[in-house]
């Protein structure tokens, strides 16, 4: 090989010889991935198997010094860049065709200090690993309800979890973060440093740094949590939904509640006469005494005659991963939307139901999750991430067997979302969302024009797009 071919950002190929490639690995400290060597395809691979992106060069940071170094060599050349933290955004935004990716799977390192409770964790970690490492220490961070999602992305976006209602996002807990700019700056944002910056990526996405360190305020959690996922018939849906949306007006703010239509997989542990049906799924966490949660979710255990009820005591970490082995990476195709609601009007109910019946795979869901509680409480102007008053959040969440067409899901998809409108906010979750950018301005709703702003001051030549 004498060179290898990259993509500019104005689309015009380009040649980097093999001694510009060899110079640059020389000035990394991680390595240097290309197509072919040892590494490059598993690096490349992201969670959802529709996506199938190949980079030209990938570095694999060791440290802030090797961001510097490769954005640097981005803006010499003038590549595409994407970055990769855990790999989970749906539309497989960390990876590009033709430029350079950087990948943050070797930089994890995550220090917990148990007095302050803060805990500083580099951006190639996973839920799963802060989880282990903060649970040492009695303690967690928000994060979101599947354990292999990277802390970076699901941060940036918002994050929402199962400690939503009582501590908030995940970015609301953001106390700082080590940014390296668009023009290789190494610097802190935080409330008292580049606030503005620190005010973006507390929700309003990536696209303005790329992080190399959040530093989070985490809170004391478990190690057991009551945790209750009841599954109810489908053919109650009304019924159970309504009731549902009454119980849960008066729940406490320790309680963070996720509602699914789904089909019942073929298999243990459901009963065999339940396999294949429709289900309602309730599925909450009580952040608190475990004896309490027990008593304060009865109600949400007595909405009809269940067909499973999973509830009881569990670690913490159980309750994180309980979700995982749905999402399998790379095995399915997956597109999500999502749209925001004040209310849960009888209308809305009705039109969930309907999209619910009418999903085109059994593998997709359509999901409510409460939101308000301390998410509410935090004002508006606080931090990029737009809904603090929306109390539900819709989610169409698209999975599929490879084999099945995909634009028949991902219209479906499109088109659920469609016929919601008439019944919510409009808005949608930065987190769920692909990354058309007619999509991504209406995620970040309100937001949208102070985040151009900060955008061109930090990154004014569209480096990170
Ligand atoms: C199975 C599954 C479950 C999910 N569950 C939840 C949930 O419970 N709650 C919730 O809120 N969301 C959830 N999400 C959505 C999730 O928050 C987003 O997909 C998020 O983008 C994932 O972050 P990541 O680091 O894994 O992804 P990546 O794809 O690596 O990154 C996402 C975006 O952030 C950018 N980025 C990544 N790292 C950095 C960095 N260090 N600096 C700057 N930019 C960066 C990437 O370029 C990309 O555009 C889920 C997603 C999946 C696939």
Excluded at 70 to 99: E, M
Excluded at 106 to 135: F, H, N, P
Excluded at 424 to 441: C, I, P, Q, R
């Amino acid at each position: 090989m004498d060179f290898i071919k990259t993509v500019s950002k104005d689309n015009t190929l380009k040649k980097l010889s093999e001694k510009e490639i060899s110079d640059f690995r020389n000035h990394l400290q991680g390595t240097l991935l290309l197509a072919g060597k040892e590494g490059y395809d598993e690096s490349r691979s992201v969670w959802n198997g529709m996506i199938d992106r190949k980079p030209a060069l990938i570095v694999q940071c060791q440290n802030s010094a090797d961001i510097q170094t490769a954005l640097a060599f981005i803006r010499k050349h003038n590549f595409i860049l994407s970055v990769k933290g855990g790999g989970h955004n749906v539309a497989g935004s960390a990876v590009c065709d033709g430029g350079l990716m950087i990948d943050f799977s070797k930089m994890k390192e995550i220090s917990v200090d148990a007095e302050s409770k803060k805990i500083k964790v580099e951006a190639g970690a996973t839920w799963a690993e802060l989880d282990t490492a903060a649970q040492k220490q009695g303690l967690a961070v928000p994060g979101g309800v599947v354990s292999t999602t990277g802390v970076a992305g699901l941060t940036l976006g918002g994050g929402i979890g199962w400690l939503r209602r009582k501590y908030g996002l995940a970015c609301d807990n953001l106390i700082s973060a080590e940014v390296i700019t668009a023009n290789g700056e190494k610097i802190i944002a935080s409330e008292q440093q580049h606030a503005d910056l620190f005010w973006a990526i507390k929700g309003g996405g990536s696209g303005f740094g790329v992080v190399s360190t959040f530093e989070f305020q985490a809170h004391p959690v478990g190690p057991e949590v009551f945790f209750s996922p009841v599954f109810y018939p489908a053919t109650e849906a009304e019924q159970i939904i309504k009731s549902y949306r009454e119980k849960s007006r008066s729940m406490p703010n320790e309680v963070s509640t996720f509602l699914i239509y789904g089909t019942v997989p073929a298999g243990e542990p459901f009963p065999d006469k339940w396999h294949n049906e429709d289900y309602i799924l309730i599925a909450s966490m009580y952040t608190g005494k475990v004896e309490e949660g027990e008593k304060v979710l009865k109600p949400y255990r007595e909405l009809g005659q269940p067909i499973a009820d999973f509830s009881g005591i569990m670690p913490y970490t159980n309750v994180q991963s309980f979700f995982d082995e749905d999402y399998p990476k790379q095995e399915l195709h997956y597109y999500w939307k999502s749209i925001v609601a004040k209310e849960l009007s009888d209308a809305a109910i009705s039109m969930f139901i309907e999209l619910g019946k009418n999903r085109p795979s059994p593998l997709t869901t359509v999901d409510i999750w409460q939101l308000g509680g301390a998410i509410d409480q935090v004002p508006h102007s606080q931090t990029a991430y737009p809904h603090r008053n929306a109390q539900h959040l819709i989610a169409i969440e698209s999975n599929w067997e490879k084999h099945l067409p995909d634009q028949e899901n991902i219209e479906w998809t499109k088109n659920a979302i469609r016929e919601l409108l008439p019944f919510t906010e409009g808005s949608s979750y930065l987190n769920f969302e692909d990354a058309e950018t007619e999509d991504v301005k209406r995620a970040q709703g309100s937001h949208h024009k102070k985040l151009q702003e900060i955008k061109n001051k930090y990154d004014p030549e569209n480096i990170f797009n």
